[in-house]
């Protein structure tokens, strides 16, 4: 029987919201003002109690104010309440490959890519 991590459950969600944004402004607007319960009607993520979730927009692929964070965060309750800063990027304009995109968002001295838990 294959484990239901809740990493795995928050990476799903992240690419669903930030998909979403591409396409519809409003949810963009509502991500970004209530992040916790967009993605709860959104995508049934319930974010744990341990973390407070902040969507923020970047343009210029400078993550230097996101700090990276190990995905176990979500599985692994640290001992205090963790604050999470989350990039959404701009759409992939003509790009095919979804995935592909996202991994250019990659910074060059680091193994992080755009949802900074890589």
């Not at 959404?88 to 193994?111: H, M, Q, R, W």
Request: net charge negative.
């Amino acid at each position: 029987m294959a484990t239901n991590f809740v990493s795995n459950q928050w990476l799903s969600a992240y690419y669903k919201v930030l998909a979403r944004t591409w396409e519809h402004p409003e949810f963009k607007e509502k991500l970004l003002s209530a992040p916790a319960k967009t993605l709860k009607e959104f995508c049934d993520f319930v974010v744990p109690e341990h973390i407070e979730i902040h969507f923020k927009e970047v343009y210029d692929r400078d993550f230097s104010s996101f700090p990276a964070f190990p995905v176990s965060v979500f599985d692994t309750p640290p001992s205090q309440k963790t604050v999470l800063k989350v990039p959404l990027v701009p759409a992939p304009g003509n790009l095919k490959n979804e995935l592909a995109y996202l991994n250019s968002f990659t910074v060059p001295d680091n193994i992080f890519c755009c949802c900074m838990c890589c």
